[in-house]
């Protein structure tokens, strides 16, 4: 018992503060003045402006070149020259104008090897009437074509400068008709049938 009343009497003499912190324990920092400081609103908000320009593409430049080369050559457009013909093959059409030159071919104001990619037979056919009669190197062409795939559109170059041909000399159309030149090529693709693969083919056979 005696234990018991000293344990009493120690806790009796300990006294405990009714008054606790609102606040927990801080460790606080002298402010001083920053070297990077933030800028003020009014310089926040100014924008920056960038002006950059881009240079055109070499291809770009060149069908400007040749625009500007036509445009000159060809006073009017296409409409107002004397010399001209249409051909027409497949879904293609172009019109071709002729002037007197040294064998040049531009295609929808681009080089004609460029435009044909290069394919031999297809630069092939632009030039056919004029090798037949001789004048491969006394004309210039100029054409303008839509439609169809280049192969058709080649065709119906020969077309058009066949025809253009005949308004320089009527003496033209023998050995270009003797040649086929002047004769529209009038085969197309045949459609395809309900039933078939393609416009014949039908499908395998299967007895079950």
């Given at each position: 018992m005696a234990s018991i009343s000293n344990l009493a009497a120690s806790l009796s003499s300990l006294s405990f503060s009714s008054q606790v912190s609102q606040r927990p324990n801080t460790i606080s920092f002298p402010r001083a003045n920053s070297v990077f400081a933030l800028p003020a609103?009014?310089?926040?908000?100014?924008?920056?402006?960038?002006?950059?320009?881009?240079?055109?593409?070499?291809?770009?430049?060149?069908i400007i070149e040749l625009k500007k080369y036509v445009k000159s050559r060809?006073?009017?457009?296409?409409?107002?020259?004397?010399?001209?013909?249409t051909g027409r093959r497949?879904?293609?059409i172009a019109r071709?104008?002729?002037?007197?030159?040294?064998?040049?071919?531009?295609?929808?104001?681009?080089?004609?090897?460029?435009?044909?990619?290069?394919?031999?037979?297809?630069?092939?056919?632009?030039?056919?009437?004029?090798?037949?009669?001789?004048?491969?190197n006394s004309y210039d062409i100029f054409v303008k074509a839509h439609g169809g795939g280049l192969?058709?559109?080649?065709?119906?170059?020969?077309?058009?400068?066949?025809?253009?041909?005949?308004?320089?000399?009527?003496?033209?159309?023998?050995?270009l008709k003797k040649e086929g030149l002047l004769t529209r090529d009038a085969r197309v693709v045949e459609r395809k049938k309900a039933g078939l693969k393609k416009a014949r083919k039908a499908p395998q056979f299967s007895k079950r």
């Open positions: 609103k009014s310089d926040r908000r100014s924008s920056l402006s960038i002006t950059a320009t881009v240079a055109a593409p070499p291809e770009e430049e060149e060809l006073p009017g457009g296409f409409a107002a020259q004397k010399i001209i013909g497949k879904c293609a071709v104008v002729l002037q007197e030159g040294t064998g040049k071919v531009i295609i929808n104001y681009r080089d004609a090897k460029e435009y044909l990619q290069g394919n031999p037979l297809w630069l092939q056919y632009v030039k056919v009437p004029l090798v037949t009669l001789g004048y491969e192969s058709g559109q080649a065709q119906a170059i020969t077309l058009g400068v066949a025809r253009a041909l005949l308004k320089v000399s009527a003496d033209h159309r023998s050995p």
